[in-house]
C-alpha cells in the first residue's frame, strides 16, 4: 500500500487548509498528528465507504474527513485552525483484519503510513 500526503503548509489562526492522502487502494484511512517534543495523537478515521468517521475532540466540530472512492482519495478539511493544531499531519492505512472501532485512536494499529505533511499556524 502506497500513500501520499499533501496539502500542508502555513496559515494564520482561524484560517483552513485541506489535506489530502492519496492511496494506491480503497481502506479505511485514519489521520494522525505529531507536534515538536509531543507523542503521535489521533485526529480522524473514517470507513473505506464513508459511512463512519470519528474525530478527536481536540478537533471535533472543526475538522471534517472524506473520501473520494474515485481516487482513492481522503481529504482532511480543517477549518478555524488554531496555533496548537501546528504538527506533522500523517494519514495512515488500516488493512484487513481492520481494527475495532474502540482501537482506531491507537497509532500502533495501522499498518502504512504516509510520508507527513506540515502544517503551521502562525501569524
Known amino acids: 500500500v502506497q500513500l501520499q500526503a499533501s496539502g500542508g503548509g502555513l496559515v494564520q489562526p482561524g484560517g483552513s487548509l485541506t489535506l489530502s492522502c492519496a492511496a494506491s487502494e480503497r481502506l479505511p484511512m485514519g489521520w494522525f498528528r505529531q507536534a515538536p517534543g509531543k507523542e503521535r495523537e489521533f485526529v480522524a478515521y473514517?470507513?473505506?465507504?464513508?459511512?463512519?468517521?470519528a474525530y478527536a475532540d481536540s478537533v471535533k466540530g472543526r475538522f471534517t474527513l472524506s473520501r473520494d472512492n474515485a481516487k482513492n482519495t481522503v481529504n482532511l478539511q480543517m477549518n478555524s485552525l488554531k496555533p496548537e493544531d501546528t504538527a506533522i499531519y500523517y494519514c495512515?492505512?488500516?488493512?484487513?483484519?481492520?481494527?475495532?472501532?474502540?482501537?482506531?485512536?491507537?497509532?500502533?494499529?495501522?499498518?502504512?503510513w504516509g510520508q507527513g505533511t506540515l502544517v503551521t499556524v502562525s501569524s
Open positions: 495512515a492505512a488500516d488493512t484487513p483484519p481492520f481494527i475495532i472501532w474502540s482501537n482506531i485512536r491507537f497509532a500502533r494499529g495501522y499498518d502504512y
Open positions: 473514517i470507513r473505506q465507504y464513508g459511512t463512519n468517521t
